[in-house]
């Protein structure tokens, strides 16, 4: 054998050498990232078992509240001051006192012709603040028995609370009479009731004079306005 074919021969061992080392490492490799693979997707495969366990466990609290937080909830009512009447409840005629007068004075001039002004104050005598708003009701009673229901004004109501001792007011518009020829009333008692009441006050007139009596018109010159207006 030649130098030059035994030379030729190596080579060819040489290179079928080399790929066979080429291959096997390939397949290695190949091997290699499929076990990577597999073992990744290992923990993505037990997660939804893991998340049924959390919502067994612990998944009532998204849902319906546990035992223990509606026995706290419950425990909490049971312990709590009892409710009082509710702040701004309305203001019974028991808890009220009225009498004549404005805070700045004054009385209405019943020798004059043109209308005038009378108040009356409401002051809240219970133990606790209440809410009085809209119109009062109104007769006026006369010396002779004659009883007159006021009407009311387009004046719009407007609510206030009163505290224990505070006070509010409301205002009677009237037209006196000072002509002999006029059909008249003079007011001997004024009936009052707060605003959503039965019960009422009577008050003594205690300004004198006549009223013209228009109980039938139909826009008289004697009306209530409402309680707290401005």
């Known amino acids: ?8 021969r190596g080579r060819k061992t040489a ?31 037990a997660a939804p078992s893991a998340a049924a366990s959390s919502q067994e466990s612990g998944g009532q609290g998204r849902g319906a509240p546990a035992g223990p937080a509606k026995t706290v909830r419950t425990a909490a009512a049971q312990h709590a001051s009892p409710a ?15 009498g004549w007068g404005a805070d700045g004075g004054g009385r209405p001039d019943m020798n004059s012709d043109q209308q005038q002004t009378a108040t009356v104050w409401l002051k809240n005598i219970g133990g606790r603040t209440c809410t009085i708003g809209g ?14 229901d006021l009407g009311r004004s387009a004046k719009k109501p407007v609510a206030v609370r009163l505290k224990p001792g505070a006070h509010t007011s409301f205002t009677l518009t009237l037209l006196p009479s000072t002509s002999a020829g006029d059909r008249k009333i003079a007011p001997g008692v004024v ?12 008050l003594k007139w205690p300004y004198g004079g006549a009223l013209l009596d228009q109980s039938g018109a139909t826009h008289p010159g004697t009306y209530v306005n409402p309680v707290n207006a401005g």
């Not at 091997?31 to 990744?40: E, F, V």
């Not at 009082?84 to 009225?98: E, N, Y």
């Not at 119109?135 to 007159?148: E, K, L, M, N, S």
């Open 1 to 8: 054998m030649s130098h030059h074919t035994t030379l030729h």
């Open 15 to 45: 290179a079928a050498t080399l790929i066979a080392v080429v291959a096997a490492a390939a397949l290695a490799a190949c091997d290699g990232k499929d076990s990577k693979a597999g073992a990744a997707a290992a923990p993505s495969a």
């Open 84 to 98: 009082g009447p509710a702040v701004g409840a309305r203001c019974t005629t028991d808890a009220l006192k009225a």
């Open 135 to 148: 119109f009062p009701g109104v007769q006026i009673t006369g010396t002779d028995g004659t009883a007159w």
């Open 191 to 202: 009936t009052v009731t707060p605003p959503d009441e039965k019960k009422h006050f009577q």
